[in-house]
Each structure stands twice: as C-alpha cells, then as structure tokens.
C-alpha cells in the first residue's frame, strides 16, 4: 500500500520559500561582489559606428565598461542548435553578446558597465552613447510569410555534451498522409480558415540573472537556469576551459515556462566580466531587458482546412504554418507536431515552416508548438461541427483515435473518452444550446465552448544518487530543476515510498552540476525521468540490503528475491508476509557499514517503442461577454485530465489550475506588441504586457482521470505541466463565438474584436 504516492502532501521547500531561506541566483552572498548593468541598443539592424564610454567612465564607482571594442571572444566548441550527430563540428549559432559590431535586433546589448554598486552601474549605464549605421529591417512576419522555408535543424532541449542523450524536441514526422488534396476537394463539407497567435513572453515573476567567480581557471556560477548542464558545456566551451572547472548551481527558480532551457547571453556575459576583472560579478536582468534577454513564443500563421463526410468524419486535416525565427538561427517549435495524432483520419498534410526576421530567436514558452497547433485546429474543428450541424463534443467523438493514426501504434493508455464523458457531465454540457447568441445571464451573452488537449508522455534518460544512512536518514541527489512545480517534494515521496523512509527523513538536492547528470526541466519529463532514476537507485539500495542480509545463515528472507522484499519503517520485510523482516540498521552495522550509496540512471524501456505515449485532457469553458463593450470573463473552467498516476495530487491540482490561468492569459490579454517601423517591443514591462490578475479569474475545477500505466515508465506517470493549458485559448474562442456568433480567429480576443 502506498504510503505517499498519490497522496496529498504540502511542499517539503515551502517553508523555505516563504521565509526567504530559500536563495534564488541573485541572492548569493559573495565577497567582494562587483555588479553588471547591460545597455541595450535602440535600432533593429545594422553595425554600431561609434560608442563613447568616456563619462560613463568616469562615473562615481565605475570599475570598467565592457563592449564590442573591449570583450574578449568567446569561442564555442559545441553547438547548441545543430542536431547530435553535428554537434562537435559546428560552431554555436546562439547570439552571444558584445562579439561584434553587428546589430542583429532592437534592445540587443551593446554594453555591459560593471560597478561598485547596482546603482552605480545603473546610473553609468544611461551616460554611455552609442550611434549606428542602420540597415533596412524585418520585424513583421506577416510581411516575410512568403518567403518562409522548411527548417534544417532546430536546438536540441539537451547540452551535446552526452551528444548519445541529446534529444531534440523536432520530431521527424511525414509531411503527408494519404491524398489529402483529391480528399479535400471531394469532401461533403469543408472548412478552411487562418489563426493568428502574437509573439508571447513568458514573464515569470523572477528576473534572470547570474553571479560569477572565477578562482584560476575554475569557474562557479550561480545562474537561473533549467539545466546546469546545459549551462556547464556552454559556458567550459565559451571560455576554452574543461567542463569539470565550471560548477553551475540553481537550487531555486522563481519560473522560467522555457524562458531557461538554453543559455541566454548573460552567463557568458557575467563570467567574462568576472575572469577580466579577477573579481566576483552579479548581473542582472531589469524586466524591459527579459524581453530580449530569452527568446518568446514565435508570431504564429496558421492555415487549417478540414474535409468531412456529413457524417461527422473527417477524410481530410490540412494544416500549414509559417512562424519567424531570427536571422542568428533557426527554430521551430513543431506547431503541427499533435495534429497528426488528435483525430483518426486517413488524409493528413501538416508542414511547418520558418521565417526570418530581425528578431532575437524564439525558444520553447509552456506547452510550446502544442498550445498553438491545437488552439487552430481545435477552433477549426469547432467551426466544422457548426457547418456540419452536430454538436461540437459529438464531433470529437465521431473522430476518437483508438489508435495512433501517424504510426498506427496502439496507446499505451488513453483516457479521454472518459475525460470528454466526466468534463460534460461536470460542466452540464447536455443543458448547452446550440445556436449562437442563444443563452444568456441578463444582459450578458453566455457562451460554452470546449476543447481537447494533448501533450508527449515524454521520458529523458537521467540519473539520480541515494545514500541511507545507518541511523535511518536518506540524502538524495541529481541534478534536475526546480522551476515551481514541485520537484523537491515529488522526488522526496517517491524516495520515502521505495526506502521506506517517513518524508522529514529524506532530504532531495538539485540544481548543481555536482549531482548525477538529469535532463533540463522542460517538456513536463522531470516526474517521469528523474523519478524513476529516485525510485531505481531505492530499489537498488533494497537488492544490496538484501544480498547482505542473505549472507547471514539464519537470515528470514532467504530464497528471497529482490522483487519480492520492500523496506518499511527500518525493515526489509517480505511483501507475502510482513514477519519476516531484518532491521536494516543491523545489517549495516553487522557489515560495518555507516552509509549505501547506489548512484541508478534510468532510461526509457525498449516496450516504450511498441506504443504511443501521450497525456490527453478535455476542457470545458463558460465565458460571459458583455455585448455594449465587448468584455469577455470567464466565469466557469472544468478541466479534465488523464496523465497517468498522480503522484500528488495536491500539487497537481495546482499545476492544472495554473495552466487554465495562462491559457485565459493568453486567449484574452497576452501579446507582445512591436512597432515594426523601429522593430521595437513597445510594452517591454508588466503594466502594458497584460497577464491575467486575480480579478480575472473565477471558478477553476481540475479532475483527474488516472490510468494504469506501467509502460510509460515503472513509475506509470505522464507529463502535465504543458497539458494543463493546451486546449484551453481553443475552448475560449469556441465559447466566445458561441455567445456571440462572431469567430475571432487571432489571439488575444480583446475588447475591440468584438464590437
């Protein structure tokens, strides 16, 4: 019987976090600390003619200003965006700052004044001037969408620094399935429509930043990152020093949603300055500089037609996308990745391609290429079930995948049905009426819409260390993340459940490249790939404890296998009878032993291969949009979701909530807006970027459909941090038509839209 999994537990770190005992990367305390302030250019392209640093100079406390003129380069060995297999003989794409005279993007840094003091810098930082030579820029996808191209590569979410463990998120996919054109032009009913989705930022509430000290060729940085892997290789390449002299620790991240996956420009930035200056050196970002500091979720076209018998089936998806990347290097974040598994069809087209543009480079925002994709076609499939006539919730029914239709592997497991059968029964679906502008609150327009979301059940090899203590304690480590959903307390309770251990006597450490190797935490894999790494290292202390006991001639578990014991409460006991047990602590000591430390690195089963593995989830959604002004609130939100086992439900819950609250986001407010004359972001600040507010947000359910998993991974847990928003901005729009019969097809739906 479980003792922790799948019960609710409070955060083991919460403590910590709301009494400040918790460092984030900019609260580290070192000696003798100088601090960096970055200067942003002000055009979109070209080459910098002139830049006067003399009266920042000679500011009060300025101990040196940094530029093109001025900075060492720095020489990467590996590259960050060239596929595994390139990864040694390809130099790094990514843009690193202060290498050239070359402006690539507006905001870009062009300077970097190191200081006594942050105000210092600050203050200096405003004196430094700068002229260019402009060049005619490209900030507008829309103006370069002909012109788009198939992607040759993308960066992988994994360092090459394991180039066998690299593991692109680009996944080779047909472009074709079928006849999709005879089959669309012979189809009964059809629909064909474009959807708009703006560049998105992903604003978490901690500003990126990082300290450096250098002690000879050895480098220790304190970095916001979500791999310190990842971070380690680029930094020992950028600086020519092996990657054992450079320790990267983050035990804490205030969110990052992808904004972390990759070095940003920064930690490179902040080293150099600390190895030129042979001091300690903290930099860190102002909020305007986060929004060209990461990259953003890319201004997505897209294109959906869908061909259908007037049954209901679909004999036709065609899906076409064009989003930019920037002319440093290409990425794409596979915005029709999940059409081609959602709905059983036989005719398939769903090509992707880049533009692009005078623009930092995109990168991974939560549920990234998913959200997007599905928020097109979900709201196509919508438009569909009116031109056809049957209910929107019947349409997905008729087109239920019992099998994935790309490979034709059955799912490893597959609870949507349930979740669509459980979402309406919750929601009231059945009460909905069907036309547009039918149901009202008073004066309001009510309108219902729904959705289904799909994510990767992803797995990542990754490694983790246990060591028990004879005196009944457990350390354990591995070099994951913490971005905010709960790692330190998820790995706590898989460890306590294997070791048998009470929680308070197990203490988890990440974020530090002294640990085993993990993957990034990104694409909602950390439960499903760390902790089975936890959970086999427990198992393997279990196996050692047992060939010791079984050493003992009149040892209770002999003719026992490892399969057959479990440790509980001090004891390795028989799971068929619980009385015949050994103390472990005797064990150890009758060994000499003080500590077993068993390091486990699981990986994905080859069974894995024989499945489809995907998360599913079905959302409902009530808006009530005031017809005089165009104001949309979401009143009501049920969002069902079959993701495995739940491991806490209480944080998972959590998790789930959060995605609805970015999915209204980013259906009703979020948009990065830029005035394509100068190719500057106007709203670089969290007064004009708007995000969604307490105000904004009233009734959220999250159920749980769990499925018995045990091919997915030993664990049975899938991903859902994605999930959590994935279909909630199609479910909006569909609400919002239904209320008032007009399809707004570019994200946000703001007021203006609607009158």
């Known amino acids: 019987m479980a003792r922790y999994i799948g019960k609710e537990m409070s955060r083991v770190d919460g403590i910590a976090k709301v009494t400040g005992k918790a460092k984030y990367a900019a609260e580290f305390q070192v000696s003798n600390l100088a601090y960096g302030f970055i200067v942003l250019g002000t055009v979109a392209k070209g080459t910098i003619k002139s830049i006067d640093t003399r009266e920042a100079?000679?500011?009060?406390?300025?101990?040196?200003?940094?530029?093109?003129?001025?900075?060492?380069?720095?020489?990467?060995?590996?590259?960050?965006?060239?596929?595994?297999?390139?990864?040694?003989?390809?130099?790094?794409?990514?843009?690193?700052a202060l290498q050239s005279d070359k402006i690539f993007f507006n905001m870009q840094p062009?300077?970097?004044?190191?200081?006594?003091?942050?105000?210092?810098?600050?203050?200096?930082?405003?004196?430094?001037?700068?002229?260019?030579?402009?060049?005619?820029?490209?900030?507008?996808?829309?103006?370069?969408?002909?012109?788009?191209?198939?992607?040759?590569?993308?960066?992988?979410?994994?360092p090459p620094g394991n180039p066998e463990e690299t593991q692109p998120l680009v996944v080779e996919h047909t472009l074709t399935r079928g006849n999709p054109e005879e089959t669309m032009r012979t189809a009964a009913v059809k629909v064909e429509a474009e959807y708009r989705i703006p560049i998105e930022?992903?604003?978490?509430?901690?500003?990126?930043?990082?300290?450096?000290?250098?002690?000879?060729?050895?480098?220790?940085?304190?970095?916001?990152?979500?791999?310190?892997?990842?971070?380690?290789?680029?930094?020992?390449?950028?600086?020519?020093?092996?990657?054992?002299?450079?320790?990267?620790?983050?035990?804490?991240?205030?969110?990052?949603?992808?904004?972390?996956?990759?070095?940003?420009?920064?930690?490179?930035?902040?080293?150099?300055?600390?190895?030129?200056?042979?001091?300690?050196?903290?930099?860190?970002?102002?909020?305007?500089?986060?929004?060209?500091?990461h990259g953003y979720r890319p201004y997505t076209i897209q294109k959906v037609a869908l061909g259908a018998e007037r049954s209901g089936k679909l004999s036709?998806?065609?899906?076409?996308?064009?989003?930019?990347?920037?002319?440093?290097?290409?990425?794409?974040?596979?915005?029709?990745?999940?059409?081609?598994?959602?709905?059983?069809?036989?005719?398939?087209?769903?090509?992707?391609?880049?533009?692009?543009?005078?623009?930092?480079?995109?990168?991974?925002?939560?549920?990234?290429?998913?959200?997007?994709?599905?928020?097109?076609?979900?709201?196509?499939?919508?438009?569909?079930?009116?031109?056809?006539?049957i209910d929107p919730l019947e349409l997905r029914l008729i087109n239920y995948a019992e099998v994935d239709p790309e490979s034709g592997k059955p799912f490893s497991s597959k609870a949507l049905r349930e979740c669509y059968r459980l979402g309406a029964e919750k929601f009231g679906w059945k009460k909905r009426q069907f036309e547009p502008r039918s149901m009202r609150d008073g004066r309001l327009l009510v309108g219902w819409g729904m959705a289904t979301g799909v994510w990767g059940a992803f797995q990542m090899p990754a490694a983790a260390l246990i060591t028990l203590r004879v005196d009944g304690t457990a350390q354990v480590a591995s070099a994951t993340s913490d971005i905010g959903p709960g790692t330190y307390t998820v790995m706590t309770a898989i460890a306590a459940e294997y070791l048998g251990l009470k929680l308070e006597q197990v203490k988890f450490e990440l974020g530090d490249t002294k640990f085993p190797r993990s993957p990034s935490q990104g694409g909602s894999w950390t439960t499903a790939s760390v902790g089975s790494a936890v959970r086999g290292a427990a198992l393997a202390i279990g196996t050692k404890l047992l060939a010791l006991a079984n050493q003992e001639p009149d040892s209770p578990l002999k003719g026992a296998a490892a399969a057959d014991v479990e440790m509980?409460?001090?004891?390795?006991?028989?799971?068929?009878?619980?009385?015949?047990?050994?103390?472990?602590?005797?064990?150890?000591?009758?060994?000499?032993?003080?500590?077993?430390?068993?390091?486990?690195?699981?990986?994905?089963?080859?069974?894995?291969?024989?499945?489809?593995?995907?998360?599913?989830?079905?959302?409902?959604?009530?808006?009530?949009?005031?017809?005089?002004?165009?104001?949309?609130?979401?009143?009501?939100?049920?969002?069902?979701?079959?993701?495995?086992?739940?491991?806490?439900?209480?944080?998972?819950?959590?998790?789930?909530?959060?995605?609805?609250?970015?999915?209204?986001?980013?259906?009703?407010?979020?948009?990065?807006?830029?005035?394509?004359?100068?190719?500057?972001?106007?709203?670089?600040?969290?007064?004009?970027?708007?995000?969604?507010?307490?105000?904004?947000?009233?009734?959220?359910?999250?159920?749980?459909?769990?499925?018995?998993?045990?091919?997915?991974?030993?664990?049975?847990?899938?991903?859902?941090?994605?999930?959590?928003?994935?279909?909630?901005?199609?479910?909006?729009?569909?609400?919002?038509?239904?209320?008032?019969?007009?399809?707004?097809?570019?994200?946000?739906?703001?007021?203006?839209?609607?009158?």
């Open 316 to 389: 036709t998806m065609i899906h076409e996308v064009v989003h930019n990347t920037s002319n440093i290097e290409e990425f794409s974040d596979e915005t029709t990745l999940f059409t081609r598994q959602v709905y059983a069809c036989p005719n398939l087209y769903a090509p992707l391609k880049i533009t692009n543009t005078d623009l930092p480079t995109p990168t991974w925002m939560r549920a990234p290429g998913a959200v997007s994709g599905m928020f097109a076609l979900e709201c196509a499939m919508d438009e569909l079930a009116y031109a056809l006539k």
């Open 110 to 158: 062009v300077a970097l004044v190191v200081a006594e003091t942050y105000e210092q810098a600050r203050y200096a930082a405003r004196l430094v001037k700068v002229s260019y030579n402009t060049e005619p820029h490209t900030t507008d996808t829309e103006a370069v969408r002909a012109i788009a191209r198939v992607p040759t590569q993308a960066p992988p979410l994994e």
């Open 568 to 755: 509980l409460d001090g004891r390795l006991r028989l799971k068929s009878d619980p009385s015949r047990f050994v103390n472990i602590s005797g064990v150890m000591k009758r060994n000499g032993l003080t500590a077993i430390t068993e390091t486990f690195e699981s990986r994905p089963s080859e069974e894995r291969e024989k499945y489809a593995t995907l998360a599913h989830g079905a959302q409902f959604i009530e808006v009530k949009v005031d017809p005089d002004v165009g104001t949309v609130q979401v009143t009501r939100a049920i969002e069902v979701t079959a993701s495995g086992k739940i491991i806490n439900p209480k944080a998972s819950h959590s998790q789930e909530i959060g995605g609805v609250v970015w999915g209204i986001g980013m259906a009703l407010q979020e948009a990065t807006e830029i005035d394509h004359r100068y190719g500057r972001i106007m709203n670089p600040n969290l007064q004009h970027y708007h995000v969604p507010v307490n105000a904004d947000i009233l009734e959220i359910e999250t159920i749980f459909v769990e499925e018995d998993d045990k091919i997915v991974n030993a664990l049975g847990v899938k991903g859902m941090g994605e999930l959590g928003m994935v279909g909630i901005p199609a479910a909006i729009a569909n609400a919002v038509f239904h209320a008032t019969g007009k399809r707004i097809r570019d994200l946000p739906i703001t007021p203006d839209k609607l009158l």
């Open 201 to 293: 930022h992903h604003n978490p509430i901690e500003p990126h930043a990082a300290i450096a000290v250098w002690q000879g060729d050895k480098l220790t940085i304190f970095d916001k990152t979500q791999g310190v892997y990842g971070v380690r290789a680029h930094l020992a390449s950028s600086f020519g020093v092996p990657e054992e002299n450079v320790s990267v620790l983050s035990p804490f991240v205030g969110g990052a949603f992808g904004s972390s996956l990759r070095p940003n420009y920064y930690p490179a930035l902040t080293a150099m300055a600390a190895r030129e200056l042979k001091r300690p050196v903290k930099v860190v970002y102002t909020r305007t500089q986060m929004f060209t500091g």
């Open 57 to 96: 100079e000679r500011a009060a406390g300025v101990i040196r200003v940094f530029t093109h003129l001025n900075t060492p380069k720095l020489d990467p060995k590996f590259s960050m965006v060239q596929a595994p297999s390139r990864a040694t003989d390809e130099h790094d794409k990514s843009f690193r």
